[in-house]
């Protein structure tokens, strides 16, 4: 959660790592690839990019969110949070992207890389 952990934030960490994960995120309510698109919307909402690149790169990775979703998440981000925020997300799911060596030029011919 931290970059830079010490004795001093420690203690941050563990709350929040048992606040967010111990009981949000496994309610069980909602699955964990609906949670991923929902916490990227509000972060981007929020202006929070490079929170917003942390949990595009967990739902990429991690989560297993299609990419399709991933796309659409960013399409919504631009209608309800304004184009230049949406931009913004573009440019980090790119870079995140190229960087994960994920192959999108199936994506728009029926396949979900």
């Not at 909402?45 to 490079?50: A, P």
């Not at 979703?69 to 870079?95: K, N, S, T, W």
Request: hydrophobic share 40%; glycine share 10%.
């Amino acid at each position: 959660m931290l970059g830079q952990m010490d004795a001093f934030d420690r203690e941050w960490n563990t709350y929040c790592t048992n606040q967010l994960w111990g009981r949000t995120w496994r309610r069980g309510i909602l699955e964990h690839k609906q949670l991923s698109l929902l916490t990227m919307g509000m972060l981007a909402g929020l202006g929070r990019m490079e929170e917003f690149e942390l949990h595009f790169r967990i739902a990429l990775k991690r989560t297993g969110v299609p990419l399709i979703q991933l796309r659409e998440v960013l399409l919504h981000i631009g209608m309800y949070c304004g184009i230049p925020i949406a931009r913004d997300a573009f440019v980090i799911a790119r870079r995140v992207l190229k960087e994960e060596g994920v192959d999108v030029s199936q994506l728009d011919q029926g396949g979900q890389p």
